[in-house]
């Protein structure tokens, strides 16, 4: 499997980042699109996620930096999307982006 590796720092605090990723994965209509039978899973005290669907599975975890917070996101594709992980990672990049604004 393709896999992309995102990291991105913010300026706000662990657990607001963390919040705003659990939102993103939660209610985000372009992710419900691309896979329906997405199943996600959140681990709140280590600040970690968990996606898993018929077409990707991603992970992520929030740290704190020193001003701000951390997230790193792991994105794994099917082999037939590997023409399209440009732009999987250049969209997940602006969506990040945007929730993280």
Known sequence: MPRISINHSTTQSADETFTRIRDFFQNDK?????????????DE???TGKANGSQ???SFEV???????SITLIVD???LLT??????????????AKYLA
């Open 63 to 69: 740290k704190p930096a020193s001003e701000g917070s």
């Open 30 to 42: 372009d992710i419900k699109k691309m896979d329906s039978k997405l199943e996600i899973s959140f």
């Open 45 to 47: 005290a280590k600040k």
């Open 83 to 96: 023409p399209f992980k440009g732009k999987v990672e250049e969209t997940v990049k602006a969506k990040l």
């Open 56 to 58: 990707f599975k991603a």
């Open 77 to 79: 594709l099917p082999l």
